[in-house]
């Protein structure tokens, strides 16, 4: 699929029907895959043949979809989670353990930020959190000798920023580790940040992928550049035998386009069992079918009604990369041509009591714990998804108790506009 475009891959990539076989990604419901002798399957387990004995660490409907998301984002390997958060986890701790650093982004999702600061602290994984915006120097001075991965989300979640990734890649590397990007809200539509020194992608599949609030589901695509070998005393993990795979290498049988995702699965999904269900691998890759065409839907509606905001005196600023005068308008120009998502954020003059006061005046837009989805959704990050924040890292994250998140969906931008108007009234 190397030489089709965007729009072609997102129908045709990950499955190619044989002769009489089904047209449409079949469901695999099954735990449990049969085989007609032990020595077979012993195969599988000493990971020395391709196969499925256990649903909990792979299925074929959940690796076709997989394949997909690795042809769109241009990596060599990929895996679905039962959700984001666990891509983001999974991402981090393959390559992480007790006694471990992280450099990460400030300007993250919430739950991430919570993930990282907080329970992977309890694991003996520490992190040091750096702006967006932070000069090479600061973001080099954030290294220390034990870190061993970069992370940030290529526009962040709710505030809107546009990480450059071309910096952190290059602090990332020069240092011998990965960068590890969410790419989330872009997807790989509007943005492949392989392309741009990136290491491993994740995703929230319950975006904009699925599309429509129907699946929960994460995934994970390794570029296939990283050299692990290179920085061996750095990732044991993957460059030393696995006792728990009868002393296999990953690094060394796998090599650079497979090792990532071959231990996330072996290991991690194995002990863990963070799967995505067939059933929703399925209703992803529907969404996935029609991810080129929606894609610029959103971006048309969130850049109308970013610009609608603009202009109304009940609202103090808008946060939207589309938007001329935005702080991040060159960054995305740069890496988002064509727009980056549909997800506007914004604050309105008086603070956390006018942001209840106009969200319980609309109409259209449906107050919910979700984000682009094909439905217009609304709310107030500070008490919902970042309330585990106190003041302080809420603005260091750029989210004032008064913001108001809206996902722009695939309805008229001039209902949207409409509804808008008339709860600022």
């Not at 319980?360 to 998804?385: G, W, Y």
Request: glycine share 10%.
């Amino acid at each position: 699929m190397k030489d089709y475009t965007m729009n072609t891959k997102c129908v045709q990539a990950g499955y190619t029907p044989g002769n009489g076989e089904p047209r449409q990604i079949p469901i695999i419901q099954s735990t449990t895959f049969k085989y007609d002798t032990s020595e077979d399957m012993g195969k599988l387990f000493d990971l020395e043949a391709e196969g499925y004995f256990y649903t909990r660490l792979q299925n074929p409907t959940n690796d076709h979809v997989a394949a997909k998301i690795a042809a769109l984002e241009g990596g060599t390997a990929g895996m679905l989670t039962s959700s984001g958060q666990a891509a983001n986890f999974f991402a981090l701790f393959n390559i992480c353990e007790c006694g471990s650093h992280i450099v990460a982004s400030s300007s993250i999702y919430g739950g991430t930020f919570n993930l990282i600061a907080v329970t992977m602290k309890k694991m003996g994984i520490d992190a040091t959190f750096v702006s967006p915006d932070c000069s090479e120097e600061e973001l080099n001075a954030a290294f220390q000798e034990n870190t061993r991965a970069v992370f940030g989300e290529t526009i962040a979640n709710p505030a809107l920023t546009v990480l450059d990734i071309e910096k952190f890649a290059k602090a990332a590397h020069e240092h011998g580790v990965p960068l590890i990007v969410d790419n989330t809200f872009p997807t790989p539509v509007n943005c492949r940040p392989i392309e741009w020194g990136a290491d491993i992608v994740t995703h929230s599949t319950t975006k904009y992928m699925d599309g429509h609030g129907a699946a929960v589901g994460g995934a994970i695509v390794d570029g296939g550049h990283f050299d692990w070998m290179a920085h061996a005393d750095k990732f044991p993990g993957l460059c030393q035998p696995d006792d728990s795979y009868h002393g296999i290498t990953y690094a060394e049988r796998f090599g650079m386009e497979g090792a990532f995702i071959t231990k996330c699965t072996a290991q991690l999904m194995r002990d863990f069992g963070c799967i995505q269900s067939p059933q929703h691998a399925f209703i992803l890759n529907l969404g996935l079918e029609s991810l080129h065409v929606r894609m610029p839907r959103h971006v048309e509606n969130g850049q109308a009604v970013a610009e609608f905001l603009q202009q109304q005196p009940q609202v103090a600023h808008v946060n939207y990369p589309g938007l001329k005068g935005d702080p991040y308008y060159e960054r995305a120009q740069k890496y988002l041509p064509n727009g980056g998502c549909g997800v506007v954020s914004f604050e309105l003059k008086g603070g956390r009591q006018a942001a209840e006061a106009f969200m319980k005046k609309l109409k259209l837009a449906a107050i919910e714990t979700h984000v682009a989805d094909a439905r217009t959704c609304c709310l107030n990050p500070a008490t919902s998804t970042h309330r585990q924040m106190n003041d302080e890292q809420l603005k260091e994250a750029g989210i004032p108790a008064g913001l108001i998140r809206i996902s722009c969906g695939l309805e008229d931008k001039e209902d949207l506009i409409a509804d808008l108007k008339q709860a600022l009234a």
